[in-house]
């Protein structure tokens, strides 16, 4: 009897980075530099995407790890979904204040993995972003092509106060380092954070999941 396959059998995805360029210490997946990405008209979770009529939407990960993790592990199944959207966000997996390096590292190496595998298939991406506190930015911010559209979630992010400082701090790193053509935000766009940026590039904000829900039950 054949045993099942698992991630450890393959080299976690090894085709993923086939013929990417590794960057930085950690070996990050640069992505490439490509002229078919757009400002999305909307952004749809990736857990919609299988039953949502309108594919003119970039598909996005900002929901519970869990959510898309066969998406990291079974990349490959899931591309023919993916090429009827206008493009993807590249997956936001969890990077959180006093979480080891090592993980912190993966996933931004798994972030950077799956959206360099879309492109080679022809998928418009917009990287995601994401960082935790000061110590992130030796390497949250590689793969990621200066004068790009990038994206972050200020979703479940900026509850306390830390967070709130950390998301602002980690704003500007990212703006300074990667110096992004435009900017999507989903979720709440706090004056605190991001008015002092605003008027200097482009910002576009996107309502969340549960802002809309919540809008819809009309409380």
């Known amino acids: 009897m054949r045993k099942r396959k ?7 995805q090894s085709y993923l980075t086939e013929d990417a360029v590794l960057v930085g210490e950690p070996g990050i997946p640069m992505l490439m530099d490509l002229d078919n990405v757009q400002v999305p008209k909307d952004l749809l979770p990736f857990k919609r995407a ?5 594919k003119r939407q970039y598909v996005h990960f900002y929901m519970h790890d869990r959510e898309f993790s066969q ?7 899931y591309i023919d979904l993916l090429k009827l959207y206008d493009g993807v966000i590249t997956p936001d997996c969890t990077m959180m204040i006093g979480q080891a390096t090592c993980l912190q590292q993966a996933n931004t190496y798994m972030n950077r993995a799956v959206g360099f595998y879309l492109q080679r298939q022809g998928i418009p991406v917009i990287p995601n ?10 390497y949250c911010f590689l793969g990621v092509p200066q004068g790009t559209i990038v994206s ?11 967070e709130r400082r ?3 701090v980690g704003l ?21 954070i ?26």
């Not at 991630?7 to 976690?12: A, C, E, Q, S, T």
């Not at 299988?50 to 309108?54: F, G, I, Q, T």
């Not at 998406?71 to 199944?77: D, W």
């Not at 972050?152 to 830390?162: A, D, W």
């Open 6 to 12: 698992t991630i450890f059998d393959d080299g976690f």
């Open 50 to 54: 299988s039953k949502c009529p309108d």
């Open 71 to 77: 998406v990291l592990t079974a990349t490959r199944r």
């Open 129 to 138: 972003v994401r960082w935790s506190d000061e110590s992130s930015f030796a």
């Open 152 to 162: 972050v979630s200020t979703h479940g992010c900026i509850t306390s106060k830390e």
């Open 166 to 168: 950390m998301f602002r």
């Open 172 to 192: 500007a790193a990212m703006l300074e380092t990667l110096r992004p053509r435009a900017v999507l935000v989903h979720g709440h766009m706090p004056d605190d």
């Open 194 to 219: 991001f008015g002092e940026y605003v008027g200097q590039l482009p910002f576009h904000r996107y309502p969340s999941w549960f802002e809309r829900t919540h809008r819809k039950g009309g409380a």
